[in-house]
T-cell receptor, first 114, second 113 residues
Framework: AQTVTQSQPEMSVQEAETVTLSCTYDTSENNYYLFWYKQPPSRQMILVIRQEAYKQQNATENRFSVNFQKAAKSFSLKISDSQLGDTAMYFCAFMKGNDYKLSFGAGTTVTVRA | NAGVMQNPRHLVRRRGQEARLRCSPMKGHSHVYWYRQLPEEGLKFMVYLQKENIIDESGMPKERFSAEFPKEGPSILRIQQVVRGDSAAYFC???????????FGPGTRLTVT
């Protein structure tokens, strides 16, 4: 079974600053996908970014970027120019290739301060 | 194109009652997944369904829980004889053929008193 670990329960960041969320995972698979999901107070789960393990290039979506270190099994999320609307819980998730089950970490609560 | 719809958003049941949670997938999506989120935890996979078929229910408790996705109508997650430990948020996701594109609904928060 795959395990996903998010070691930071809570993080706080000043508006317009940068924050980095850590995620590590354990797998023996070579083909897999990694995700970051955002869960704001409304509780709606929103996909932020996705990374294919076979791609060396780190994924980027506007102010969100990842640092994917395959050998270290690390997948961190960087939020640049933080905005108040980024306040949410962020979940790291894993999916094996050719599978359909997402395995989630416990989440990191991010609070952006004005 | 409306997103994934779940109702009710909040459901309160007494111990021993039945809970029925509904999920309408996005238009054109034939795959439905149910996940459960216990307090302070990430989501855990419960069951994966296609129209009229349960593909994988390995994450679902063997007793009291059942799921269906009929040919017509929403997918239903049914919990019989609820207990306090069933209190959680239940999320439904749907996807087209590509499982990577799972779109989540807003969830149903079940409280068992």
């Amino acid at each position: 079974a795959q395990t996903v670990t998010q070691s930071q329960p809570e993080m706080s960041v000043q508006e317009a600053e940068t924050v980095t969320l850590s995620c590590t995972y354990d797998t023996s698979e070579n083909n897999y996908y990694l995700f970051w999901y955002k869960q704001p107070p409304s509780r709606q789960m929103i996909l932020v970014i996705r990374q294919e393990a076979y791609k060396q290039q780190n994924a980027t979506e506007n102010r969100f970027s990842v640092n994917f270190q395959k050998a270290a099994k690390s997948f961190s999320l960087k939020i640049s120019d933080s905005q108040l609307g980024d306040t949410a819980m962020y979940f790291c998730a894993f999916m094996k290739g050719n599978d359909y089950k997402l395995s989630f970490g416990a989440g990191t609560t991010v609070t952006v301060r004005a | 194109n409306a997103g994934v719809m779940q109702n009710p958003r909040h459901l309160v049941r007494r111990r021993g009652q039945e809970a029925r949670l509904r999920c309408s997938p996005m238009k054109g999506h034939s795959h439905v997944y149910w996940y459960r989120q216990l307090p302070e935890e990430g989501l855990k996979f419960m069951v994966y369904l296609q129209k009229e078929n349960i593909i994988d229910e390995s994450g679902m408790p063997k007793e009291r829980f059942s799921a269906e996705f009929p040919k017509e109508g929403p997918s239903i997650l049914r919990i019989q004889q609820v207990v306090r430990g069933d209190s959680a948020a239940y999320f439904c996701a749907s996807s087209p053929r590509d499982h990577l594109e799972q779109y989540f609904g807003p969830g149903t928060r079940l409280t068992v008193t």
